[in-house]
């Protein structure tokens, strides 16, 4: 796949007719190339018995479930082309994805998610704050998703400030110089959701700031479980950062690590996360058919930027509907939907586990 | 004895005054107790939504008879304080486990899971309501039900103490708990990870008209659905033996699949279990042939002729392997130490004899008829665990 070729459109100009041309094709490539290069994943198609050079819809692509990424090693390009190894943020105990990228798919990844976030910030790199500890004193040996977040966004800001010390305590020096300098005009906070509901939203002390948050645009994703538990959804969450600290630009993100930098933006006006030209998204019940729009059900998302491991199409663990497609009333093309956060772990019944 | 302030804090149902009391197998006391708990136990209103406590009511009334089948001419005690530590998966399986030490005349420490499941709930409150009887305040007195995670702390501070340990698990729990030290005397009854299969004669099947495959798939569906795979005894793979009849097997297998369709409920996360399990299976294997989707209500698999070593292969929520055999003889290259059931169709008692006692197996313990392998009973992984947890006392 060759990203270039795409650089023409606006990512989010692109109508139904459109981007179905695109598809068809590049998802068929797509699929060669990872048939012929990934061993593990031929097994599947083979086992499956897809007709990889036949002609089929979209849909009808095989798609890989997230949780396989945990149990092995996929790779479309041989070892010594690996420059990169992202792997899942995940609970601990828990197994971790592992991704593995090589040069031109990681820049392919930094150059689409860039494209995708200048739709909401513009061209020009912003001061910002990051809601979080900075990744290079923790020294962490690996790149987990929240590093390889916060540096795939950090891109996009200048000047950054890391909100939280060694001791994951909020930095009030740094802040308010921070906020002296800046905040007069538009500035950018990144976060995960869960930091940013602790630290802006619960911890950070008014008393103690100087400025305001008035011109900051919020970009946070990461999932809601934390939230969830919490009873927070997308619009308290809103609500209290707007009533706090007078926050009222704030964007969620929504990717798999399988498939940075084609995330989904919600769009400021609606409230909807939207497909772009780089991305699709399709939502199965529990027989995988496909569903129609406004029915909840698996949610699967397409990109076409995975070219060093098979992760072009999966299968998540999430729940969405589709709310519809070119019309949203915010004027942006695509798919609109919404996540309805993860499906619910199982009871699982059997003999092998004691705790 | 007044047990460990540690052990104390976890007590779920019990007297914190304990005392180690031992009787004969099967005492009447007892057998009161499990009619008894069986009658409570139908009285709950939602009784029928739980397929394992409908089997538990019946299980409880099959064994209060059991001790004119027990009676082996030898003068029999409790071994003394038996310590059950239950997966925290099956939602049942501690009671049973509690039974078995009941019976066999013992008090008992019994670790329940520590996940919420209804049926937990339901049984501990059954118990509760029998112990304040005045009837089985002994019971009371000697018996306990604890819940706690995964602290070794309290499981050594039990072990330390019991006579016999009751130990359900993974292969990695049991050799954990096997490192805790127990008394000299104390013995251990290990229960861990196994593999099931089953085994169907085509050339019986044939025969039979089809209203009777219907039923077959219909038992088997007990069988292969009711633990979602995830138990020792839930067959994963099917072998089929004499003519190789694609028809009858297809046939078989889309009536599972109806019959699925309308009864099993899936939760979103069973489908995903079920589709990933699919993936890492046809990655880890070599070579399979055939794989049919059912729309998600059942996979079944081909492997190739290379798949021989099966004890690792496993599915989960109607994920099956079939492989056709000349005869069942044929199976016994397939069996090994970890296997534990076999339910069948089509076999006579006495070919399924020769077939078990003339190969040199190492491994079946329970051959079972299709439709009976979820039903745990006292003879268990080839203990006859209440003979196991009382001891002989020779008088001449």
């Known amino acids: 796949m060759n990203i270039n070729s795409l650089q023409k459109f606006n990512p989010f100009d692109v109508n139904k007719r459109e981007k179905n041309k695109i598809y068809t094709n590049q998802i068929k490539l797509l699929n060669l190339h990872h048939y012929k290069r990934c061993g593990k994943y031929k097994k599947i198609i083979n086992n499956l018995k897809f007709k990889i050079k036949n002609k089929n819809k979209l849909e009808d692509f095989p798609m890989l479930p997230v949780r396989i990424f945990k149990k092995f090693d996929l790779k479309s390009v041989s070892e010594d082309k690996i420059v990169k190894k992202l792997v899942s943020s995940g609970t601990s105990g828990r197994e971790l994805s592992k991704i593995y990228l090589d040069k031109k798919n990681a820049s392919d990844q930094v150059r689409v998610l860039g494209k995708i976030m200048s739709t909401i910030l513009g061209n020009k790199r912003l001061p910002m704050i990051i809601i979080d500890q900075d990744p290079k004193t923790l020294g962490k040996p690996i790149f987990d998703a929240r590093a390889a977040a916060i540096y795939g966004f950090s891109i996009f800001g200048t000047k950054h400030c890391y909100l939280l010390d060694k001791e994951n305590k909020i930095d009030y020096v740094s802040l308010n110089n921070f906020l002296k300098k800046y905040s007069k005009n538009k500035f950018l906070i990144f976060g995960f959701t869960s930091l940013v509901y602790e630290n802006l939203i619960q911890k950070l002390s008014i008393n103690l700031i100087k400025s305001n948050f008035q011109n900051g645009i919020l970009i946070h994703g990461g999932g809601w479980k934390k939230m969830e538990k919490l009873k927070i959804n997308n619009a308290i969450f809103k609500e209290k950062l707007i009533r706090k600290i007078n926050l009222n630009k704030i964007y969620n993100y929504y990717g798999l690590v399988e498939q940075t930098g084609s995330v989904f933006i919600e769009s400021g006006k609606c409230g909807y996360f939207h497909t772009s030209i780089y991305s699709d998204i399709f939502i199965r019940d529990k027989k995988f058919n496909v569903l129609k729009n406004k029915k909840k059900g698996l949610i699967q998302l397409i990109s076409l930027l995975p070219t060093s491991y098979p992760g072009h199409n999966i299968l998540t663990e999430d729940i969405g509907e589709i709310i519809g497609e070119d019309n949203c009333k915010c004027g942006l093309k695509g798919k609109y939907f919404l996540v309805h956060g993860r499906i619910k772990e199982a009871e699982i019944r059997g003999c092998s586990d004691i705790r | ?396």
């Open chain 2, 1 to 396: 004895m007044i047990l460990d302030k540690v052990i104390l804090n976890h007590i779920v149902l019990g007297n914190k005054k304990f005392e180690i009391k031992v009787t004969t197998p099967f005492n009447n006391l007892v057998i009161d107790f499990l009619v008894d708990f069986s009658k409570e136990l139908r009285k709950f209103k939602k009784i029928n939504s739980f397929p394992d406590l409908i089997y538990l009511i019946f299980w409880c009334n099959k064994n209060k008879n059991l001790s004119n089948y027990f009676n082996d001419n030898c003068l029999r005690l409790g071994r003394g304080l038996i310590f059950h530590i239950c997966p925290s998966n099956v939602p049942t399986n501690f009671i049973y486990s509690f039974f078995f030490g009941l019976l066999s005349g013992n008090s008992n420490i019994v670790k329940v899971p520590s996940k919420d499941f209804k049926e937990k709930k339901i049984i501990l409150s059954v118990v509760k309501s029998l112990f304040n009887r005045k009837k089985y305040i002994n019971l009371k007195k000697a018996n306990c039900f604890i819940q706690y995670n995964d602290k070794d702390e309290i499981t050594k501070k039990i072990s330390s103490i019991c006579d016999a340990r009751v130990i359900w698990g993974s292969n990695k729990t049991v050799n954990d708990i096997r490192k805790m030290w127990i008394p000299e005397r104390a013995i251990d009854l290990t229960f861990p990870d196994r593999y099931s299969l089953s085994v169907i004669n085509l050339d019986r099947l044939k025969k039979e008209k089809s209203d009777q495959v219907k039923l077959l798939a219909k038992r088997f569906y007990y069988d292969g659905y009711m633990m979602n795979q995830l138990a020792c005894n839930s067959p994963h793979f099917v072998f089929w033996t004499g003519k190789i009849n694609k028809k009858l097997q297809d046939y078989f297998w889309s009536q599972l699949s109806k019959i699925v369709e309308k009864k099993f409920v899936f939760d979103d996360v069973h489908v995903v279990d079920k589709y990933t399990n699919l993936m890492e299976n046809i990655i880890n294997q070599k070579d399979f042939k055939n794989i049919k989707m059912f729309k998600n209500n059942l996979y079944v698999i081909d492997p190739g002729s290379k798949t021989n070593q099966i004890e690792n292969i496993r599915g989960i929520n109607g994920t099956f392997f079939q492989k056709n055999i000349n005869q069942i003889k044929d199976l016994k290259n397939f069996i090994t130490k970890k296997c534990q059931t076999v339910s069948y169709f089509g076999f006579t008692k006495d070919q399924l004899k020769y077939f078990l006692l003339n190969n040199n197996l190492l491994g079946i313990d329970r051959v079972v008829p299709i439709g009976k392998a979820p039903e745990i009973d006292i003879v268990w992984d080839g203990y006859e665990t209440t003979k196991s947890l009382s001891r002989i006392i020779s008088l001449e």
